[in-house]
């Protein structure tokens, strides 16, 4: 096929700054590109016809982090990182809401919970010596004394099995990640960035002070400036980063009449997760039960862990109701040795915004904003 002038000096015309991954990263960096730099010249590139590693095959969540899993986290990364990790999570929720809206992306600062399960009860003498340590050291970040309390009062009123405790987290909340990711991709557009779908980058050249990019399509690109946002794929054009997929499987539930579950929860550390969407159950995770096959890039779904999300929901979360399972997803995560962001120049006018560990909801407007003053 061959291009013409006109192709050639608008969608494929030279660029100040191609993104290579349209999901919530690529979008929100190219967003604050442009508010930054309006005369920037800026273009999306994906392979897909819409994004589809983690950002619109994720579960909803406004997350902030479970008691069980910021406590993980400060062992694992120390106290100050594990701060350092939520304070951004905190200001992207909130940059989501100041520029969209609550309504138009079905925000809902609902509220959530932790389960904590009789099997794995540490007794709560120790639940609340965690619960006052954190409420103590977010206090700073959240302007609020108490972000977690024990609520094991309301464990009956939302019909859970088995489960010992229950702990309120003030902070979380809920989307609907198809419409914000539709939102940034509108406002994007009307500030001038060009989007190209289907386009795979098989791999890109720094030639004199440009760089070219190889693509499966019979087009010819080139940018002053790369980077790239895919993620947890993005190993396949940067080799050498610590970067590890990880699948999170999802499943969701028919109506269920009078359903008492409203808000968010989470369940081991984060690795369970379930929201209601209307009066339906929507519940992922589980990975942590075969975690070697589930550090792949294969989008399917397992009958290993589809069974334990359905043990999960039928012991935990709904005993003794009937339902059937409506829909069934996954989406790939970007892991690795530890949970912070990598956000660097890789080499000569080449960058990554990558491995946004699950929580790139709410922190891709933080990254975004971090990258765009990295590219001035």
């Given at each position: 096929m061959q291009i013409s002038i006109w192709e050639k000096e608008s969608f494929y015309a030279p660029k100040d700054v191609i993104i290579v991954g349209s999901g919530l990263v690529g979008l929100w960096c190219a967003w604050h590109l442009k508010r930054k730099h309006p005369?920037?010249?800026?273009?999306?590139?994906?392979?897909?016809?819409?994004?589809?590693?983690?950002?619109?095959?994720?579960?909803?969540?406004?997350?902030?982090?479970?008691?069980?899993?910021?406590?993980?986290?400060?062992?694992?990364?120390?106290?100050?990182?594990?701060?350092?990790?939520?304070?951004?999570?905190?200001?992207?929720?909130?940059?989501?809401?100041?520029?969209?809206?609550?309504?138009?992306?079905?925000?809902?600062?609902c509220g959530g919970y932790e389960l904590i399960t009789q099997q794995n009860d540490p007794g709560k003498e120790k639940l609340e010596q965690e619960i006052d340590s954190l409420n103590r050291q977010l206090k700073a970040i959240v302007k609020e004394a108490h972000t977690f309390k024990l609520a094991d009062k309301k464990i009956a009123s939302f019909g859970f099995g088995n489960t010992a405790h229950l702990i309120e987290n003030k902070m979380e909340g809920a989307l609907h990640s198809g419409k914000l990711c539709q939102a940034l991709l509108q406002s994007?557009?009307?500030?001038?960035?060009?989007?190209?779908?289907?386009?795979?980058?098989?791999?890109?050249?720094?030639?004199?002070?440009?760089?070219?990019?190889?693509?499966?399509?019979?087009?010819?690109?080139?940018?002053?400036?790369?980077?790239?946002?895919?993620?947890?794929?993005?190993?396949?054009?940067?080799?050498?980063?610590d970067i590890v997929p990880a699948r999170g499987q999802v499943l969701v539930t028919s109506p269920?009449?009078?359903?008492?579950?409203?808000?968010?929860?989470?369940?081991?550390?984060?690795?369970?997760?379930?929201?209601?969407?209307?009066?339906?159950?929507?519940?992922?995770g589980a990975r942590n039960k075969a975690i070697e096959a589930e550090t792949t890039t294969e989008m399917n779904i397992?009958?290993?862990?589809?069974h334990e999300l359905e043990h999960f929901l039928s012991t935990y979360l709904l005993p003794g109701h009937t339902y059937q399972i409506?829909?069934?997803?996954?989406?790939?995560?970007?892991?690795?040795?530890?949970?912070?962001?990598?956000?660097?120049?890789?080499?000569?006018?080449?960058?990554?915004?990558?491995?946004?560990?699950?929580?790139?909801?709410?922190?891709?407007?933080?990254?975004?904003?971090?990258?765009?003053?990295?590219?001035?």
């Amino acid at each position: 096929m061959q291009i013409s002038i006109w192709e050639k000096e608008s969608f494929y015309a030279p660029k100040d700054v191609i993104i290579v991954g349209s999901g919530l990263v690529g979008l929100w960096c190219a967003w604050h590109l442009k508010r930054k730099h309006p005369k920037c010249k800026v273009a999306i590139v994906d392979r897909g016809i819409i994004p589809t590693g983690a950002s619109t095959r994720n579960a909803g969540f406004a997350c902030f982090g479970s008691v069980t899993e910021l406590m993980a986290d400060s062992k694992k990364m120390g106290s100050d990182k594990m701060l350092e990790l939520v304070e951004m999570r905190f200001e992207g929720l909130q940059r989501i809401r100041k520029v969209f809206g609550e309504k138009h992306v079905d925000f809902e600062w609902c509220g959530g919970y932790e389960l904590i399960t009789q099997q794995n009860d540490p007794g709560k003498e120790k639940l609340e010596q965690e619960i006052d340590s954190l409420n103590r050291q977010l206090k700073a970040i959240v302007k609020e004394a108490h972000t977690f309390k024990l609520a094991d009062k309301k464990i009956a009123s939302f019909g859970f099995g088995n489960t010992a405790h229950l702990i309120e987290n003030k902070m979380e909340g809920a989307l609907h990640s198809g419409k914000l990711c539709q939102a940034l991709l509108q406002s994007v557009q009307a500030q001038g960035v060009t989007v190209l779908n289907a386009v795979e980058i098989a791999g890109f050249e720094k030639i004199g002070d440009q760089v070219a990019l190889y693509t499966n399509q019979h087009i010819h690109l080139t940018t002053k400036k790369l980077l790239i946002c895919t993620n947890a794929f993005a190993a396949q054009l940067l080799p050498g980063l610590d970067i590890v997929p990880a699948r999170g499987q999802v499943l969701v539930t028919s109506p269920i009449p009078k359903l008492a579950i409203r808000g968010t929860f989470h369940y081991d550390e984060g690795f369970y997760y379930f929201r209601n969407l209307g009066d339906r159950i929507l519940l992922g995770g589980a990975r942590n039960k075969a975690i070697e096959a589930e550090t792949t890039t294969e989008m399917n779904i397992t009958d290993t862990i589809q069974h334990e999300l359905e043990h999960f929901l039928s012991t935990y979360l709904l005993p003794g109701h009937t339902y059937q399972i409506t829909d069934r997803w996954s989406g790939i995560m970007g892991m690795g040795g530890e949970k912070m962001p990598i956000v660097k120049e890789v080499s000569p006018d080449v960058f990554c915004a990558v491995r946004m560990s699950g929580m790139g909801v709410a922190l891709a407007a933080v990254v975004g904003e971090k990258v765009a003053k990295m590219l001035q």
